[in-house]
């Protein structure tokens, strides 16, 4: 991208080329004069790359000085674990009951002492961008075109702190800015609310200049420096001169703040403490919380604790995360998460045979993604239950194509309209693993697949490794003899006679199995290839007769419940698990079961804990 000097500014075309140029230059670069000159364009690189980063504030107060979470709290630790299911659901095993109950141990025997990780600059995630704009500029932005979020150990969240954004990849975000951008000014209602206030045009707006200060906090999420605010009033100012129009110089204010990388990335490096260790400031501390919780910006309130230093003890945000909870926007903690963890993003991309499934239609993909997250939501909020319930729960969340599909009766739904309704509870489905969120996503155009659901759960749900195939394996099954039926269940029985195929596909098949009941879009049947489905398998050893059994099973083994605090907050504090995080990990599981098993509990005490505040140098 070429570097425009103020006086080659004579189209908008240009003037956003300008205001985008100046912005990822000031901001990663620190050379950028008054006209625009600076550094490369390009956007921070991975923690350690080079490149100046996003200048952190150091106004509010300091960070959280200690762990809020249950530390010291033992696996013996009750506290009516597990006693609350979703409604009409199978009850999930009381804390200190037999068996391979979720209370039995913690996650690492022999834990290693904690120790932070290296701080990183995080690239707003595909969601995170769009509730971002909607939330400061209330217009939904088109994520389609963007470069790929990074899906590194399995969530977007984590890969935010290892990509880097390409030329291509800069432009595409700047045109969805442009566009939300332009929405609003164009729109006189929309301009006044945005601004407070009408712009002049005059070389020192004071509405422009309070615009910045104000909106930029928001977009920022810190106050902006003094020549940061005198940078972006220069370009307005210009815009208003050249474009003939004061309302150019709002629009092209936004614009210079939203294309900037103080926007785009999340810059987690914290500042030395009292006692030289870092710790996030206060800004970054707000702005984690209320990705964690909201997956979108902080609003004004958030913001305000930040500077007044109220987030600099672990009682001012438990105070934070819970206000943040109990919003409009608190249910997003689980739904984000839960889309991340169920790696819900593949269903809108995938293809059906259209000859097998004509029902697969785009709203169906969009109801099924839905479906997954406000059940996993529905079951930590509304119901406040045993997270481990959402494996046995009969909610479902449809539109009409997607209540035909579970059997249910549409009503007057239609594909844009949705209800929460509940399965029979004698059916042949409960849980979102018997959703069509994880069936039709872990198959293929044509047919489920055993294995691919059985692999995800594996490491998933259950945090073990499925090693992959050695180099040169034939993993295709053998079809069936001219004349002769097999089921899927017998074609895998062959090719595990194989010694390479078999250690491999011994961890996967006998988890996958279970789901045979359901094709390759989550549809109920009872036979394959015209031969009765066999649906059994085992869960850890323990055998089970289908997909239900499979889901009440699951709801009590503590791998599955020790493994989902592993994910929840590998996925909150940003990256891969690693020995350091050991200790942390078995308080947070500790005090998850102590208190039932709440999805609340949880989110409180990673919030609260020295994990989530503190920060090493970047390596």
């Given amino acids: 991208m070429k570097k425009v000097s103020r006086t080659e500014l004579r189209h908008p075309t240009e003037l956003a080329v300008c205001c985008c140029a100046l912005a990822f230059a000031f901001a990663c670069s620190g050379t950028v004069d008054a006209d625009g000159q600076g550094g490369a364009l390009g956007g921070p690189a991975a923690a350690g790359g080079s490149g100046g980063t996003p200048t952190s504030s150091s106004q509010g107060g300091s960070p959280v000085t200690g762990p809020g979470n249950a530390t010291g709290a033992t696996a013996s630790a009750q506290g009516g674990a597990g006693a609350v299911s979703s409604a009409g659901a199978p009850p999930v095993p009381a804390a200190g009951s037999s068996g391979s109950s979720p209370t039995a141990g913690l996650p690492f025997p022999q834990p290693a002492p904690f120790e932070p990780a290296p701080g990183l600059l995080r690239r707003l995630t595909h969601t995170q961008f769009r509730n ?16 790929e979020d990074d899906w590194t150990g399995g969530f977007a969240a984590i890969g935010a702190g290892i990509l880097s954004t390409s030329e291509d990849g800069v432009m595409a975000f700047q045109a969805q800015v442009e566009a939300a951008v332009n929405a609003v000014i164009s729109d006189d209602a929309k301009r006044q609310a945005l601004l407070g206030c009408t712009p002049s045009g005059a070389a020192n707006d004071a509405c422009i200049q309070g615009f910045v200060q104000s909106f930029g906090l928001r977009a920022w999420r810190r106050p902006l420096e003094a020549a940061e605010v005198e940078r972006i009033v220069a370009v307005a100012s210009k815009a208003a001169t050249e474009l003939g129009s004061a309302n150019e110089a709002a629009r092209w204010a936004a614009i210079a703040l939203l294309n900037s990388p103080n926007f785009l990335y999340r810059p987690e490096l914290g500042a030395a403490g009292a006692n030289g260790a870092l710790r996030f400031t206060g800004f970054e501390l707000a702005s984690r919380l209320a990705y964690l919780i909201w997956n979108s910006t902080p609003d ?17 945000v438990r105070a934070a995360v ?6 409009p926007n608190g249910r997003e903690a689980m739904a984000a998460f839960a889309e991340e963890y169920m790696q819900l993003h593949k269903v809108l991309s995938q293809a059906k045979d259209p000859s097998l499934y004509p029902e697969y239609t785009p709203t169906l993909q969009v109801a099924i993604v839905r479906d997954t997250r406000e059940t996993w939501a529905s079951v930590a909020f509304d119901d406040g239950a045993n997270t481990l319930s959402v494996f046995t729960t009969p909610k479902v969340v449809v539109n009409s194509e997607l209540a035909k599909l579970y059997g249910l009766d549409p009503g007057s739904l239609t594909p844009t309209t949705f209800e929460t309704r509940s399965l029979p509870l004698d ?3 409960l849980g979102v693993m018997s959703k069509p969120g994880f069936l039709s996503q872990w198959s293929n155009q044509q047919e489920g697949s055993p294995t691919l659901r059985g692999k995800f759960m594996r490491e998933a749900l259950m945090c073990l490794t499925v090693p992959p195939p050695p180099e040169g394996t034939n993993t295709k099954l053998d ?15 062959k090719h595990r006679e194989d010694p390479t195929c078999a250690g491999c596909h011994s961890l996967m098949d006998p988890l996958g199995l ?11 049947r009872t036979l394959d ?19 239900r ?12 419940a020790q493994c989902f605090v592993r994910k929840y907050y590998s996925y909150a504090v940003g990256h891969r698990e690693r020995a350091g995080d050991q200790s942390v990990i078995n308080d947070l599981y500790a005090s998850f079961q102590g208190s039932g098993f709440k999805f609340r509990q949880l989110v409180q005490d990673v919030a609260t804990s020295e994990a989530f505040s503190t920060v090493a140098p970047q390596l």
């Fill in 132 to 147: 971002s704009i909607r939330d400061l500029l209330g217009v939904t932005v088109d994520t389609t075109d963007l470069q």
């Fill in 300 to 316: 004004e309130a958030l913001l305000e604790q930040a500077s007044s230093g109220a987030l600099a003890s672990a009682d001012g």
């Fill in 322 to 327: 819970t206000a943040l909870l109990d919003s």
């Fill in 427 to 429: 059916g042949n489905r």
């Fill in 479 to 493: 079809e069936a003899p001219p004349g002769t039926h097999l089921t899927k269940r017998m074609k895998l029985e």
């Fill in 514 to 524: 279970p789901f045979e009941n359901f094709d390759a879009i989550g549809r109920y």
């Fill in 529 to 547: 290839d015209t031969l009765p489905v066999d649906a059994s398998g085992d869960f850890n050893g323990k055998p089970v007769a289908n997909a």
């Fill in 549 to 560: 059994e499979l889901g009440e099973v699951m709801a009590a083994d503590a791998s599955v």
